[in-house]
Protein backbone atom coordinates (compact mmCIF):
# COMPACT_ATOMS: atom_id res chain seq x y z
CA UNK A 1 0.00 0.00 0.00
CA UNK A 2 1.35 3.46 -0.93
CA UNK A 3 2.25 5.83 2.24
CA UNK A 4 -1.00 8.43 2.83
CA UNK A 5 1.36 11.24 3.09
CA UNK A 6 3.55 10.58 0.27
CA UNK A 7 4.92 11.57 -3.20
CA UNK A 8 4.53 8.59 -4.49
CA UNK A 9 0.81 8.93 -2.77
CA UNK A 10 0.20 12.41 -4.63
CA UNK A 11 1.63 10.76 -7.82
CA UNK A 12 -1.06 8.08 -7.88
CA UNK A 13 -3.70 10.52 -6.82
CA UNK A 14 -2.65 12.43 -10.06
CA UNK A 15 -3.41 9.73 -12.31
CA UNK A 16 -6.49 8.51 -11.08
CA UNK A 17 -7.72 12.68 -11.45
CA UNK A 18 -10.27 12.28 -14.43
CA UNK A 19 -9.62 16.50 -15.11
CA UNK A 20 -5.51 16.01 -15.50
CA UNK A 21 -5.66 16.37 -19.20
CA UNK A 22 -6.70 19.60 -18.74
CA UNK A 23 -3.80 20.59 -17.24
CA UNK A 24 -1.83 20.67 -20.42
CA UNK A 25 -4.17 23.56 -21.79
CA UNK A 26 -2.62 25.83 -19.99
CA UNK A 27 0.72 27.72 -20.59
CA UNK A 28 2.92 26.37 -17.57
CA UNK A 29 6.61 26.87 -19.25
CA UNK A 30 8.37 26.17 -15.72
CA UNK A 31 7.47 22.96 -14.26
CA UNK A 32 8.98 24.35 -10.88
CA UNK A 33 6.78 26.68 -10.41
CA UNK A 34 4.02 25.46 -8.49
CA UNK A 35 0.80 28.12 -8.94
CA UNK A 36 -1.29 28.34 -6.03
CA UNK A 37 -3.12 31.69 -6.74
CA UNK A 38 -5.41 30.79 -8.79
CA UNK A 39 -8.33 32.22 -6.53
CA UNK A 40 -6.40 36.08 -7.61
CA UNK A 41 -5.50 35.31 -10.83
CA UNK A 42 -5.93 32.29 -13.18
CA UNK A 43 -3.36 30.79 -15.12
CA UNK A 44 -3.50 31.25 -18.98
CA UNK A 45 -5.64 28.99 -21.02
CA UNK A 46 -3.31 28.10 -24.32
CA UNK A 47 -6.30 28.67 -26.42
CA UNK A 48 -6.70 32.35 -25.13
CA UNK A 49 -3.17 32.90 -26.55
CA UNK A 50 -4.99 32.15 -30.17
CA UNK A 51 -8.15 34.01 -29.34
CA UNK A 52 -6.35 37.27 -28.42
CA UNK A 53 -4.09 36.77 -31.69
CA UNK A 54 -7.42 36.36 -33.34
CA UNK A 55 -8.68 38.85 -32.26
CA UNK A 56 -5.88 41.48 -32.55
CA UNK A 57 -4.54 40.67 -35.88
CA UNK A 58 -7.95 40.06 -37.99
CA UNK A 59 -10.82 41.47 -35.88
CA UNK A 60 -9.09 44.36 -35.00
CA UNK A 61 -6.29 44.78 -37.40
CA UNK A 62 -7.97 44.03 -40.89
CA UNK A 63 -11.91 43.98 -39.96
CA UNK A 64 -11.39 47.47 -38.01
CA UNK A 65 -15.07 49.31 -37.56
CA UNK A 66 -16.59 46.53 -39.34
CA UNK A 67 -15.99 44.03 -36.47
CA UNK A 68 -18.50 45.77 -34.08
CA UNK A 69 -21.45 44.61 -36.63
CA UNK A 70 -19.91 40.95 -36.72
CA UNK A 71 -19.70 40.15 -33.16
CA UNK A 72 -18.59 42.87 -30.72
CA UNK A 73 -21.71 43.91 -30.48
CA UNK A 74 -22.87 41.27 -29.16
CA UNK A 75 -20.05 39.55 -27.34
CA UNK A 76 -21.08 40.99 -23.55
CA UNK A 77 -24.55 39.27 -23.88
CA UNK A 78 -23.24 36.08 -25.50
CA UNK A 79 -20.67 35.57 -23.03
CA UNK A 80 -23.27 36.98 -20.09
CA UNK A 81 -25.09 33.74 -21.46
CA UNK A 82 -21.88 31.09 -20.90
CA UNK A 83 -21.39 32.57 -17.13
CA UNK A 84 -24.87 31.94 -16.72
CA UNK A 85 -24.72 28.50 -17.02
CA UNK A 86 -21.91 28.16 -14.95
CA UNK A 87 -24.17 30.35 -12.21
CA UNK A 88 -27.52 28.49 -12.77
CA UNK A 89 -29.30 31.59 -14.11
CA UNK A 90 -31.48 32.21 -16.75
CA UNK A 91 -29.58 33.32 -20.07
CA UNK A 92 -31.54 36.69 -20.01
CA UNK A 93 -30.05 37.59 -16.67
CA UNK A 94 -26.43 37.87 -16.93
CA UNK A 95 -24.44 40.03 -19.06
CA UNK A 96 -20.49 41.02 -18.57
CA UNK A 97 -20.21 44.64 -17.96
CA UNK A 98 -17.30 46.95 -16.02
CA UNK A 99 -16.06 45.46 -12.95
CA UNK A 100 -16.91 43.69 -10.24
CA UNK A 101 -16.92 46.73 -7.97
CA UNK A 102 -18.64 48.97 -10.40
CA UNK A 103 -21.51 46.03 -10.91
CA UNK A 104 -21.90 46.57 -7.48
CA UNK A 105 -22.61 49.80 -6.67
CA UNK A 106 -25.09 49.99 -10.10
CA UNK A 107 -26.90 46.96 -8.82
CA UNK A 108 -26.98 48.02 -4.61
CA UNK A 109 -28.31 51.65 -5.90
CA UNK A 110 -30.72 49.92 -7.93
CA UNK A 111 -31.61 47.76 -4.71
CA UNK A 112 -31.90 50.54 -2.69
CA UNK A 113 -34.02 52.96 -4.63
CA UNK A 114 -36.24 49.78 -5.54
CA UNK A 115 -36.30 49.83 -1.39
CA UNK A 116 -37.06 53.73 -1.10
CA UNK A 117 -38.31 53.75 2.42
CA UNK A 118 -36.08 50.76 4.10
CA UNK A 119 -32.91 52.26 5.40
CA UNK A 120 -30.80 49.35 6.89
CA UNK A 121 -28.29 47.23 4.79
CA UNK A 122 -26.54 44.18 5.93
CA UNK A 123 -23.25 43.06 5.43
CA UNK A 124 -20.56 41.20 6.95
CA UNK A 125 -16.75 41.83 8.33
CA UNK A 126 -15.51 39.16 6.32
CA UNK A 127 -16.60 40.85 2.93
CA UNK A 128 -13.68 41.76 0.61
CA UNK A 129 -13.26 45.52 1.53
CA UNK A 130 -13.95 47.15 -1.75
CA UNK A 131 -17.79 45.80 -1.41
CA UNK A 132 -17.57 47.58 1.92
CA UNK A 133 -16.39 50.74 0.09
CA UNK A 134 -18.88 50.78 -2.23
CA UNK A 135 -21.32 50.25 0.39
CA UNK A 136 -20.09 52.98 2.69
CA UNK A 137 -20.24 55.46 -0.54
CA UNK A 138 -23.96 54.88 -1.45
CA UNK A 139 -24.38 55.26 2.59
CA UNK A 140 -22.98 59.04 2.13
CA UNK A 141 -24.59 59.34 -1.49
CA UNK A 142 -27.90 58.57 0.22
CA UNK A 143 -26.89 61.63 2.57
CA UNK A 144 -26.41 59.11 5.29
CA UNK A 145 -30.03 58.10 5.80
CA UNK A 146 -29.04 54.64 5.68
CA UNK A 147 -26.94 52.63 8.22
CA UNK A 148 -24.78 49.34 6.71
CA UNK A 149 -24.49 46.84 9.73
CA UNK A 150 -21.51 44.46 9.57
CA UNK A 151 -22.09 40.76 10.93
CA UNK A 152 -19.43 40.03 13.07
CA UNK A 153 -17.88 36.28 12.48
CA UNK A 154 -16.81 35.35 16.08
CA UNK A 155 -13.59 33.33 14.41
CA UNK A 156 -12.78 35.52 11.52
CA UNK A 157 -13.71 32.31 9.66
CA UNK A 158 -17.24 32.01 9.48
CA UNK A 159 -20.92 33.18 9.86
CA UNK A 160 -23.28 32.44 12.46
CA UNK A 161 -27.01 32.38 10.56
CA UNK A 162 -28.78 32.79 14.16
CA UNK A 163 -27.06 36.29 14.61
CA UNK A 164 -27.26 37.00 10.88
CA UNK A 165 -31.18 36.37 11.70
CA UNK A 166 -31.32 38.74 14.44
CA UNK A 167 -29.98 41.52 12.22
CA UNK A 168 -32.97 41.68 10.03
CA UNK A 169 -36.04 44.63 10.86
CA UNK A 170 -38.58 45.47 9.12
CA UNK A 171 -35.68 48.56 7.97
CA UNK A 172 -33.15 46.20 6.16
CA UNK A 173 -33.01 47.09 2.24
CA UNK A 174 -30.24 45.34 1.40
CA UNK A 175 -28.23 42.17 2.61
CA UNK A 176 -24.53 42.22 0.67
CA UNK A 177 -22.37 39.26 1.18
CA UNK A 178 -19.51 37.51 -0.36
CA UNK A 179 -20.45 34.27 -1.53
CA UNK A 180 -17.17 32.90 -0.46
CA UNK A 181 -15.04 34.83 1.40
CA UNK A 182 -12.02 36.45 0.52
CA UNK A 183 -9.67 35.49 3.44
CA UNK A 184 -11.19 32.55 5.19
CA UNK A 185 -12.94 30.83 2.37
CA UNK A 186 -16.04 30.09 4.57
CA UNK A 187 -19.03 29.32 1.79
CA UNK A 188 -22.55 31.30 2.72
CA UNK A 189 -25.75 28.85 2.16
CA UNK A 190 -27.42 31.15 -0.47
CA UNK A 191 -30.78 29.51 -0.08
CA UNK A 192 -30.76 30.29 3.33
CA UNK A 193 -29.89 33.35 2.94
CA UNK A 194 -32.09 34.14 0.27
CA UNK A 195 -35.01 32.95 2.35
CA UNK A 196 -34.39 34.74 5.86
CA UNK A 197 -33.90 38.04 3.32
CA UNK A 198 -37.02 37.13 1.64
CA UNK A 199 -38.74 36.51 4.49
CA UNK A 200 -38.21 39.93 5.57
CA UNK A 201 -39.21 41.29 2.23
CA UNK A 202 -35.14 42.34 1.72
CA UNK A 203 -33.38 42.12 -1.35
CA UNK A 204 -29.88 39.93 -1.42
CA UNK A 205 -26.81 40.65 -3.65
CA UNK A 206 -23.98 38.32 -3.76
CA UNK A 207 -20.58 38.48 -4.97
CA UNK A 208 -19.45 35.43 -6.42
CA UNK A 209 -16.08 36.19 -7.12
CA UNK A 210 -14.78 33.47 -5.11
CA UNK A 211 -17.29 30.82 -5.92
CA UNK A 212 -17.66 31.49 -9.67
CA UNK A 213 -15.98 28.49 -11.29
CA UNK A 214 -15.00 26.76 -8.40
CA UNK A 215 -18.45 25.30 -7.46
CA UNK A 216 -21.74 24.85 -8.25
CA UNK A 217 -23.85 27.76 -7.40
CA UNK A 218 -27.56 27.75 -8.78
CA UNK A 219 -29.24 31.23 -8.48
CA UNK A 220 -32.69 29.88 -10.06
CA UNK A 221 -32.68 27.47 -7.33
CA UNK A 222 -31.69 30.23 -4.33
CA UNK A 223 -33.84 32.11 -6.06
CA UNK A 224 -31.19 34.99 -5.49
CA UNK A 225 -31.83 38.90 -6.27
CA UNK A 226 -28.92 40.01 -7.69
CA UNK A 227 -25.37 39.18 -7.88
CA UNK A 228 -21.49 40.29 -8.97
CA UNK A 229 -18.43 38.81 -10.09
CA UNK A 230 -14.98 38.71 -11.35
CA UNK A 231 -13.79 36.36 -14.01
CA UNK A 232 -9.87 36.51 -13.48
CA UNK A 233 -10.12 33.92 -10.06
CA UNK A 234 -11.47 30.52 -11.39
CA UNK A 235 -12.50 31.42 -14.32
CA UNK A 236 -8.87 32.16 -15.76
CA UNK A 237 -10.39 35.45 -18.17
CA UNK A 238 -6.97 37.29 -17.30
CA UNK A 239 -5.50 40.38 -15.61
CA UNK A 240 -8.49 42.62 -15.60
CA UNK A 241 -10.54 40.69 -17.34
CA UNK A 242 -14.44 42.39 -17.15
CA UNK A 243 -16.81 41.40 -14.53
CA UNK A 244 -20.48 40.71 -14.91
CA UNK A 245 -23.55 41.00 -13.31
CA UNK A 246 -27.08 39.09 -12.45
CA UNK A 247 -30.33 40.25 -11.88
CA UNK A 248 -33.34 38.44 -11.44
CA UNK A 249 -35.75 38.42 -15.06
CA UNK A 250 -38.70 40.19 -12.81
CA UNK A 251 -36.26 42.66 -11.37
CA UNK A 252 -34.41 44.00 -14.40
CA UNK A 253 -37.32 46.41 -15.14
CA UNK A 254 -37.91 47.83 -11.96
CA UNK A 255 -34.41 48.71 -10.48
CA UNK A 256 -32.66 51.40 -12.09
CA UNK A 257 -28.91 51.43 -13.48
CA UNK A 258 -27.52 54.68 -11.60
CA UNK A 259 -24.71 55.05 -14.52
CA UNK A 260 -26.63 55.77 -17.82
CA UNK A 261 -24.09 55.31 -21.06
CA UNK A 262 -25.19 54.91 -24.54
CA UNK A 263 -24.31 51.18 -24.19
CA UNK A 264 -27.54 50.46 -21.95
CA UNK A 265 -29.31 52.73 -23.98
CA UNK A 266 -32.49 51.22 -26.27
CA UNK A 267 -30.56 52.12 -30.07
CA UNK A 268 -27.24 53.54 -28.98
CA UNK A 269 -26.95 54.60 -33.12
CA UNK A 270 -29.82 56.51 -32.93
CA UNK A 271 -28.02 58.84 -30.63
CA UNK A 272 -31.12 60.58 -29.53
CA UNK A 273 -30.51 63.11 -27.12
CA UNK A 274 -32.28 61.73 -24.18
CA UNK A 275 -32.08 58.14 -22.82
CA UNK A 276 -34.23 55.47 -23.18
CA UNK A 277 -33.14 52.42 -21.23
CA UNK A 278 -32.81 49.53 -23.59
CA UNK A 279 -35.34 46.44 -21.96
CA UNK A 280 -33.57 43.47 -20.36
CA UNK A 281 -30.33 43.01 -18.62
CA UNK A 282 -28.47 45.34 -21.40
CA UNK A 283 -29.64 47.89 -19.56
CA UNK A 284 -27.05 47.35 -17.07
CA UNK A 285 -24.49 48.30 -19.33
CA UNK A 286 -22.69 51.73 -19.31
CA UNK A 287 -20.08 52.61 -21.84
CA UNK A 288 -17.50 50.60 -24.45
CA UNK A 289 -16.35 46.92 -23.18
CA UNK A 290 -13.06 46.48 -23.43
CA UNK A 291 -13.47 44.27 -26.03
CA UNK A 292 -9.83 42.30 -26.35
CA UNK A 293 -10.63 41.52 -22.48
CA UNK A 294 -13.71 40.05 -23.05
CA UNK A 295 -12.71 37.92 -26.23
CA UNK A 296 -9.67 36.62 -24.22
CA UNK A 297 -12.60 34.98 -21.94
CA UNK A 298 -14.33 32.83 -24.31
CA UNK A 299 -12.37 29.85 -24.15
CA UNK A 300 -11.41 30.36 -20.73
CA UNK A 301 -15.17 29.79 -20.10
CA UNK A 302 -15.66 26.80 -22.16
CA UNK A 303 -12.68 25.03 -20.98
CA UNK A 304 -15.18 25.48 -17.25
CA UNK A 305 -18.19 24.11 -19.34
CA UNK A 306 -16.69 21.24 -20.66
CA UNK A 307 -14.90 20.01 -17.36
CA UNK A 308 -18.21 20.72 -15.70
CA UNK A 309 -18.95 22.61 -12.41
CA UNK A 310 -19.80 19.22 -10.66
CA UNK A 311 -16.71 17.83 -11.21
CA UNK A 312 -14.76 20.80 -10.83
CA UNK A 313 -16.21 20.86 -6.85
CA UNK A 314 -14.95 17.14 -6.56
CA UNK A 315 -11.96 17.43 -7.50
CA UNK A 316 -11.38 20.71 -5.56
CA UNK A 317 -12.90 19.17 -2.40
CA UNK A 318 -10.90 16.14 -2.39
CA UNK A 319 -7.67 18.52 -3.03
CA UNK A 320 -8.42 20.87 -0.22
CA UNK A 321 -9.14 18.10 2.39
CA UNK A 322 -6.27 16.40 0.91
CA UNK A 323 -3.73 19.98 1.13
CA UNK A 324 -5.27 20.00 5.30
CA UNK A 325 -4.29 16.31 5.86
CA UNK A 326 -0.96 17.50 4.94
CA UNK A 327 -0.78 20.63 6.88
CA UNK A 328 -2.43 18.53 10.01
CA UNK A 329 0.74 15.83 9.68
CA UNK A 330 3.78 18.07 9.39
CA UNK A 331 2.51 21.89 9.57
CA UNK A 332 0.35 22.25 12.82
CA UNK A 333 2.93 21.63 15.23
CA UNK A 334 5.16 24.48 13.33
CA UNK A 335 2.69 27.02 14.67
CA UNK A 336 0.60 26.99 11.61
CA UNK A 337 -3.47 26.83 12.43
CA UNK A 338 -6.90 26.14 9.92
CA UNK A 339 -7.74 29.87 8.91
CA UNK A 340 -11.07 28.08 6.41
CA UNK A 341 -13.80 26.25 7.54
CA UNK A 342 -13.07 22.28 8.74
CA UNK A 343 -15.40 21.10 6.94
CA UNK A 344 -15.80 21.09 3.28
CA UNK A 345 -19.09 21.92 2.57
CA UNK A 346 -18.92 24.72 4.39
CA UNK A 347 -16.00 26.39 2.31
CA UNK A 348 -14.81 27.12 -1.20
CA UNK A 349 -11.51 26.33 -2.81
CA UNK A 350 -8.91 27.79 -1.49
CA UNK A 351 -7.59 27.50 2.18
CA UNK A 352 -6.08 29.67 4.60
CA UNK A 353 -3.33 28.76 7.26
CA UNK A 354 -2.71 31.65 9.77
CA UNK A 355 0.52 31.67 11.40
CA UNK A 356 2.35 34.65 13.12
CA UNK A 357 5.17 34.89 11.06
CA UNK A 358 2.73 34.24 7.73
CA UNK A 359 4.35 37.08 5.92
CA UNK A 360 7.64 35.98 6.53
CA UNK A 361 6.86 32.56 5.29
CA UNK A 362 5.02 33.54 1.88
CA UNK A 363 7.69 35.44 1.16
CA UNK A 364 10.29 32.04 1.61
CA UNK A 365 7.50 30.22 -0.22
CA UNK A 366 8.45 32.40 -3.32
CA UNK A 367 12.27 32.94 -3.01
CA UNK A 368 13.08 30.72 -5.78
CA UNK A 369 16.75 30.44 -3.75
CA UNK A 370 15.05 27.99 -1.13
CA UNK A 371 14.29 24.79 -1.61
CA UNK A 372 13.84 23.33 -5.55
CA UNK A 373 10.21 25.02 -6.10
CA UNK A 374 8.96 28.33 -6.41
CA UNK A 375 5.87 28.11 -4.42
CA UNK A 376 3.40 31.12 -5.28
CA UNK A 377 0.33 31.50 -2.56
CA UNK A 378 -0.71 34.98 -1.50
CA UNK A 379 -0.63 36.95 1.77
CA UNK A 380 -3.53 38.54 3.04
CA UNK A 381 -3.06 40.47 6.47
CA UNK A 382 -2.32 40.26 9.35
CA UNK A 383 -0.93 36.41 9.34
CA UNK A 384 -3.35 34.55 6.43
CA UNK A 385 -1.36 32.54 3.99
CA UNK A 386 -3.55 31.73 1.41
CA UNK A 387 -3.68 28.65 -1.09
CA UNK A 388 -5.74 28.42 -4.47
CA UNK A 389 -6.83 24.97 -5.42
CA UNK A 390 -7.71 25.27 -8.98
CA UNK A 391 -8.67 21.82 -10.34
CA UNK A 392 -8.07 22.65 -13.82
CA UNK A 393 -4.53 23.00 -13.03
CA UNK A 394 -3.58 22.12 -9.59
CA UNK A 395 -1.98 18.65 -9.56
CA UNK A 396 -2.02 17.14 -6.38
CA UNK A 397 2.15 16.44 -6.65
CA UNK A 398 2.22 20.51 -6.34
CA UNK A 399 0.21 20.40 -3.71
CA UNK A 400 2.73 17.86 -1.63
CA UNK A 401 5.58 19.79 -2.65
CA UNK A 402 4.02 23.24 -0.84
CA UNK A 403 3.66 21.38 2.01
CA UNK A 404 6.83 19.71 1.59
CA UNK A 405 8.78 23.61 1.27
CA UNK A 406 6.69 24.73 4.15
CA UNK A 407 8.09 22.34 6.16
CA UNK A 408 11.76 23.08 5.44
CA UNK A 409 11.38 26.61 5.41
CA UNK A 410 10.33 26.15 9.48
CA UNK A 411 12.62 23.44 10.18
CA UNK A 412 15.44 25.21 9.10
CA UNK A 413 13.87 28.86 10.06
CA UNK A 414 14.08 29.92 7.12
CA UNK A 415 12.09 32.82 7.18
CA UNK A 416 14.09 34.29 9.74
CA UNK A 417 15.94 35.73 6.55
CA UNK A 418 13.54 38.46 5.56
CA UNK A 419 11.82 41.56 6.57
CA UNK A 420 8.16 42.09 7.55
CA UNK A 421 8.20 45.22 5.36
CA UNK A 422 4.77 44.44 2.86
CA UNK A 423 5.28 45.18 -0.69
CA UNK A 424 3.06 47.21 -2.57
CA UNK A 425 0.99 44.28 -3.86
CA UNK A 426 0.66 40.85 -1.29
C1 LIG B 1 -14.61 39.10 -3.46
C2 LIG B 1 -14.11 40.23 -4.30
N1 LIG B 1 -14.96 41.22 -4.63
C3 LIG B 1 -14.57 42.26 -5.37
C4 LIG B 1 -13.27 42.35 -5.83
C5 LIG B 1 -12.88 43.56 -6.62
O1 LIG B 1 -13.04 43.30 -7.95
P1 LIG B 1 -12.79 44.45 -9.06
O2 LIG B 1 -11.37 44.84 -8.95
O3 LIG B 1 -13.13 43.73 -10.35
O4 LIG B 1 -13.71 45.56 -8.78
C6 LIG B 1 -12.37 41.33 -5.55
C7 LIG B 1 -10.99 41.40 -6.06
O5 LIG B 1 -10.16 40.56 -5.85
C8 LIG B 1 -12.79 40.26 -4.75
O6 LIG B 1 -11.95 39.27 -4.40
Known amino acids: MTEPYSLSKARLLDTQDSLKAFRERFVIKDSSLIYMDGNSLGRLPSDTVKYLDKAI?????????RSWNEGWYQQSMRLGKKIAQIIGARPDEVILSDSTSVNLYK???GALKLQEGRHEIISDDMNFPSDLYV??????????KHTLRLLKSSDGISADMTELLRMFSSQTALVSLSHVTFKSSYLYDMEKVSELAHMHKALVLWDLSHSV???PVSLKKA???????CTYKYLNGGPGSPAFLYVRKDLQEKMVNPIQGWFGEKNPFEFKLNYRSSPGIRKYLTGTPPVLSVSGLEPALDMVLEAGISAIRKKSIAQTDYLIQLAEKYLYGAGFRLGSPEF???????????HAEGYRISKALIDPEVGKKVVVPDFR??????FGITPLYTSYEEIFHAVEKLRMIMDQKIYERYT???GKVT
Open 57 to 65: REQWGERLI
Open 107 to 109: LAY
Open 135 to 144: LQGLVKQFED
Open 213 to 215: GAL
Open 223 to 229: NADLAVG
Open 344 to 354: NEKRGSHITFK
Open 381 to 386: EPNNIR
Open 420 to 422: TTR
